[in-house]
């Protein structure tokens, strides 16, 4: 009896485990929806922002002798020092969600390594930090309680510094390392390379098809701070884009969770009704064994 009593706390135990990982599926697929709703809001922007920057830079490009010589626009060939920023989630139970981009940053790091490359690492999420803090990793920053709150003006004082920092020639360039939202059940992995900006992607535009009215000598000035705002607008899409596809990765573990728990239920009253008939079979058995000697 007392083996029927262990699988009887068992099955308990485990329909418990099932409710509550039911219930974080249904809160993750509710705070899916609008973090999905704002990442595509969000979307649209940063594609707007690109059109101009690539607009003034390609204007610049073809009327300028030498091309653009902003130091947001070169090509450093043998970079000294940069910034790695990456973004995991302040929480777990959402599968590989926050492995995959550690694993990114980790070959990051051993690429530059190679190339005899100092990397400060700034760290936004919990999960991320908590991994390289304990396998010794040295991180410039960290920052936590923002990647599951992402807020435009901690995210714009947070890049500040690597932007500052570029702009005065203390590092050579600056990465973004995250999980993003691709679909309902796919996450993507990115690697921005925001700084410097690779200026070939831009094309030579006709002045009279320019959305934009520009005086020549103020589109320097313009380009910079639309730079500014691009890659800080980039760290803050990054957050929004992660937190969707982290509450896709956790309602995905938790319906994986779900089914296991309702599974191994199963399996255990199984196991339950087996033990208890067996139970029955032997106390019938001890019963007639019993009348039997008294005969």
């Known amino acids: 009896m007392a083996n029927l009593k262990d699988i009887q706390r068992q099955i308990k135990s485990v329909s418990n485990t099932q409710k509550t990982t039911r219930a974080m599926k249904l809160v993750s697929t509710a705070k899916l929806r609008r973090a999905e709703e704002l990442a595509k809001r969000s979307r649209l922007y940063a594609a707007k922002m690109n059109q101009v920057i690539a607009e003034i830079a390609g204007r610049i490009k073809c009327n300028k002798v030498g091309g653009i010589d902003n130091r947001c626009f070169l090509k450093i060939e043998n970079p000294k020092i940069v910034d790695v920023i990456f973004v995991t989630a ?21 690429e530059y390594e190679e190339r005899n490359v100092k990397v400060r690492l700034r760290g936004i999420g919990k999960k991320g930090i908590e991994f390289f803090k304990y396998n010794e990793v040295e991180i410039f920053d960290s920052v936590t309680d923002l990647s599951s709150k992402p807020d435009k003006k901690r995210s714009d004082n947070f890049i500040l510094s690597s932007i500052e920092d570029f702009n005065d020639g203390k590092i ?9 939202y691709k679909n309902i059940i796919t996450q993507e992995l990115h690697v921005n390379h925001l700084l410097p900006v690779d200026s070939d992607q831009f094309e030579c535009t006709e002045v009279q098809n320019s959305i934009l009215e520009i005086e020549a000598q103020d589109e320097e000035h313009m380009l910079t701070s639309l730079v500014n705002k691009y890659v800080e607008y980039n760290m803050y899409y990054s957050l929004i884009d992660s937190l969707a596809a982290e509450h896709s990765a956790r309602m995905q573990a938790m319906d994986a969770a779900t089914n296991n728990a309702k599974e191994m239920v199963k399996t255990l009253n199984v196991k339950y009704n087996k033990a208890r008939q067996a139970a029955i079979t032997t106390e019938l058995i001890e019963i007639i064994s019993g009348v039997e000697s008294m005969k």
């Open 90 to 110: 302040d929480k777990g139970l959402c599968g590989g969600f926050n492995i995959q981009t550690i694993k990114a940053v980790k070959k990051l790091l051993s």
């Open 172 to 180: 050579d360039g600056l990465h973004i390392v995250y999980n993003g």
